[in-house]
């Protein structure tokens, strides 16, 4: 409680477009304090991971982005429209959009600013209100049009420093877009990333969440997503090097009819803990869920997932599935997936499944018997495990050189 | 139409059991302090050591809280309100059952557990508890002369103090949880059972637990010790009458498997459940926890829910003994505003234990059933194996099914599947088997029978029938 | 006679699929409905049935000389009309055996007959799984399913063969069978067929009525019956398919 009294203290005064946002996040954390281990959905967190989140400097009086040393971003050149979160510059300004992309003025903002998050208030949402009390950035636009190019988006992180970032999209109808977002993190940053999506009626976001940490440096983003009828949402997240990283998608489909894809991939080694918390709620009838969600944890890394799904009686007909596929892959690791069905409905099909294990011995030895040596066996089979979900990225981030960077560090 | 209403007026039944047994009873006065429980210790002539078990987990009853996790949201219980002991006047333990209350006899017989020599279930050993004490235990001499040891917690606390010393608390201890703790503190009767080395039990046991009177908690314990190579199966009936209010009933039970033994543990479980709008019912609060603390033994948990305004329930398997066996197998089934939160822990510690989950929930009307349940992997625990399986079906639009199955992990070389699916009886299978002379209530029961049936095949075989009838009762009725 | 349907009309979610069907069948007889997807003649054999899902808004269906319409499901499996589905549903859990059991005792109780005890029932079944050359092991598995297609029509002909029907409908049974698989079923319904039965084959291919052979044909379209003939209708329908209809459907419209 203290130290985030403290932390709030240090905060400048709220103002601007996010004022109002500011004092709701402030006040929540001033009365809430740290999340404490009797909420169910911090229970497994190592709290003490928390406390140094708060540790870190906000990113406003820092240094530019350019001094730190974090990914080669050339290495990763790009041919459609990146964009970087640089919180230096005021965004909604300085950043410029191509043609389709139109950015949010003051009132549109004020007006779209929290709608996607309300339909999900819940009061532990710790992640959500350190990005509202202490973001000063925001980008927001809306997208229209056909033909449009992919879009990339960076959020990079400063040493030492707590990067706060916010971003509302919304697609118009019938608009497909698709969207990489990189977080990066090295050393002993810090991001809090809070993204709110509107998906109008018909409209499609193909979304890559590729969070690339390194160091000591934590993670925290929270996804809010209202889907209108009949729009398609897929989510393919990866969550990898960082010693805490939490992500939490929110997804509601509010008239039915919608079509939600999610596919998620944490790979933790050394003392890393990583987690997915994820939250499906159909508020209308004909819509469908298909989620797969997969980890490996080495070393004494911890891996969690939960997984809520809430079907309510208006959500007839719904057709949702989850699987839930880990790997444990040392003594010392440790996995805990809890997927949660919540069901009202009666003409529903809704399935989930969960299993752990270690590699299959069988395969192994398929590819041992061919001549292939253990480690690349090994190397191999989780190349294989992990591309189920990689491939679903949007095609940009084959430029970041996912697969390789993961296997690679599988074993750090 | 054939329609989900009717398929939910169909499971829609009287309570057959809800009549009242009119006997005097001797209650003590209501609330609970240490002289309440030394009164209860005393009333039933109990050696020192466990009154000083009672009083120590009264102390840690004190300093627990309440759990509300389970959002079960029941109206609050007042513990002073309660009455903690109520038996039936001139209670001591009658040599032959001619002695016995002709109405408690009766009140039985009209349960379907005849205690009488001449229409005794054959086979089944039964120990009767009536309130707050055991009323008849029979086919004691014959197990006896195996070596079994059936009767009464409160015989065995004066009979076999070593035994109950040894295992009493070992493995659900007071401090446990809020339940078990005021159970520890207040436990009024219950049965133990004691099967020797290499001993397979020659018959089925039985316990049948009636509440009768409605400001009574029932807080029962029982204990089952299965030695080195030995069997034993176990089965536990209950039903209460209605009262419009809530009464507890907060048990513990546990089990303790030694090397290549195995306990099979049945409940078939009846409770009033309040009327159709929810008001009264039994608050079935329980705590059942086995150990298999040898190599390759075994303890299998079998359940059929159907009674209880609220249930909440969780019979567990900490598997510590190598290859050691846990099974979980339960139908639950709730109607009108039932809520039922049950499901299982099986704690794998031991190298190549395995256990297995099977549990089919069916919610009507605005009831909620819950399954939740743990499945932990321990460092040590290498070759493990789970295999769960939870299935719910919905009969109307009012009903909730949520399954919660939480999955940790600590040991690669383990393997753990869980599989749920939900769904509800179609128009399409109805049809089909109306169009072939099927009468819809019978076509309803086939599918709920067919959708339990894995469960049902565990149950032991003098008592499946029995759960196949209690379920068709619930089914049964006029079709709208 | 077995069946009289006289000027049927039936919507489902409020869309007219019967529009006016009179039908009528005599004991011993074997009639054919023809017709091509969506004419109705699914709707026809599910209305006789009794699904729920199908809505009679005017006309009658008797049987033997008994009002059908008023009756439930069951009741009508009971006195004695069968339908072969199309697509016989799975029903997971509930044993086949079981299952066959019930509807046969529920069958014989209404004819006045002893109900089978588990044995007896076994002797009859063991006995009537010749008619369609069915493994055994069919029995200790659930209702149909994981059958395939063409075992999933033998169970559909081993239900009829248990419960003797009076009127036996067949919907599309031909579909999904190879040329072996539909010589079976085939000669079952042969086999079943008696002079006091009467039996309804629903299929838009001639296949099957090469091996059964039909005393009366009958074409529908637009939840009609277009024409009815003898077995050579059924040749003419195979040599110059369903176009030839169209206009004599344009033409009954234009008369209404």
Known sequence: MALCRQWLEALPRPEGVLEKIQRQGRKSLFYSGLPSSKIESWRLTDLKRLENLLKLSLSQETQNISQSNFFNLDKAANQGCRLILDPQLNLN??????????????????????RALNHFSSPNDWALAVNQASTNQILAFRVQGQDL????????????????????????????????????????????????????????????????????????????VAQEISSKYSLTA????????????????????????????????????????????????????NQLQKAIANKSSHSIFNGLIEVPKIAQNTNASQLSRNLLLSRHARIDTKPELEIVADDVRCSHGATVSKLQEDELFYLRSRGIASSQATSLLLQGYCQEIIKDLPIEAQKWDILNTLIENINE | MASQNQVGNIISQPYKYGFITDIETEKISKGINEDIIKLISNKKKEPEFLLNFRLKAYKQWLKLEEPDWANLGYSPIDYQELIYYAAPKDNHKKASLDEVDPKLLETFNKLGIPLNEQKRLSNVAVDAVFDSVSIATTYKEKLAEHGVIFCSMSEAVNEFPDLIKLYLGSVVPSSDN??????????????????PKGVNCPMELSSYFRINSGDTGQFERTLIVAEEGSSVSYLEGCTAPMFDTNTLHAAVVELIALDDSSIKYSTVQNWYAGNEKGVGGIYNFVTKRGQCKGKRSKISWSQVETGSAITWKYPSCILLGER?????????????????????????????????????????????????????????????????????????????????????????????????????????????????????EEAVSMMVSGFCRDVFNQLPMEFAAEADKLLALKLEGSVG | MILDISNLHVNVEDQPILKGVNLKINAGEIHAIMGRNGSGKSTLSKVIAGHPAYLVTSGSIKFNNQDLLSIEPEQRARSGVFLGFQYP????????????????????????????????????????????QMNPTFLERSVNEGFSGGEKKRNEI???????????????????????????????????????????????????????????????????????????????????????????QNIKEEEN
């Open chain 2, 324 to 440: 050691s066996v846990g099974e979980f197998y339960s139908v639950a089934l709730t109607n009108n505003y039932q809520k039922a939160d049950t499901g299982t822990k099986m704690i794998h510690v031991g190298a190549n234990t395995s256990s297995t989950i099977v549990s089919k929930g069916i919610s009507a009307g605005h009831s909620s059933n819950s399954y939740r349940g743990l499945v932990q992997m321990g460092p040590n625990a290498s070759g493990a194996r789970n295999y769960s399986q939870c299935d719910s079906m919905l009969i109307g639009d009012k009903a909730a099914a949520n399954t919660y199955p939480y999955i940790r992990s600590q040991q690669p070389v383990s393997n753990i599947e869980h599989e749920a699916s939900t769904c509800r009886i179609s128009e399409d299978q109805l049809f089909y088997l109306q169009s072939r002379g099927i009468g819809f």
């Open chain 1, 93 to 114: 300004e300085s950043i410029n959009l191509p043609s389709g992309f139109q950015k949010l003025n003051t009132t549109e903002i004020q007006q779209y600013l929290g």
């Open chain 3, 158 to 248: 081993l239900q009829m063969a248990l419960l003797e029907p009076t009127l036996a409908i067949l919907d599309e049974t031909d579909s999904g069978l190879d040329i072996d698989a539909l010589r079976i079923v085939a000669s079952g319904v042969k086999k079943l067929a008696k002079p006091n039965t009467a039996t309804l084959l629903i299929t838009h291919y001639q296949r099957l009525l090469n091996e059964i052979t039909p005393d009366f044909v009958h074409v529908m379209s637009g939840g009609r019956i277009l024409r009815t003939g003898g077995g050579e209708l059924a040749t003419k329908l195979e040599e110059s398919g369903y176009d030839w209809l169209d206009n004599e």
């Open chain 1, 238 to 289: 990866v969550q990898h090097g960082w010693m805490f990283s939490r992500l939490e998608p929110r997804i509601i489909q509010l008239n039915g009819q919608g079509s939600t894809n999610l596919k998620g991939l944490q790979i933790s080694t050394g003392k890393q803990q990583l987690a997915t918390h994820s939250l499906v709620r159909f508020e209308g009838p004909d819509g469908c869920l």
């Open chain 1, 149 to 224: 190019p992919p879009l990339e988006l960076i959020i990079p992180s400063q040493k030492d420093t707590l990067t706060p970032t916010r971003v509302i999209i919304i697609l118009e109808e019938k608009v497909k877009l698709k969207l990489l977002q990189v977080a990066l993190g090295a050393e002993n940053s810090a991001q809090s990333h809070v993204l709110e999506i509107h998906l109008n009626k018909e409209a499609e976001l193909d979304h890559g969440f590729v969070a690339l940490g390194g160091g000591q440096a934590s993670c925290l983003a929270h996804l809010a």
């Open chain 2, 178 to 195: 809020y339940f078990a703790a005021l159970n520890s503190a207040v436990f009024s009767d219950g049965s133990f059972v004691f099967v």
């Open chain 3, 89 to 132: 549903i799975e029903i997971p859990g509930v044993s086949n055996l079981e299952f066959l059991r019930v509807a046969t005792n529920s069958r014989r109780q209404e004819r006045g007959e002893e109900e089978l005890d588990t044995f007896e029932f076994e002797d009859l079944v063991n006995e009537r799984l010749k008619i369609v």
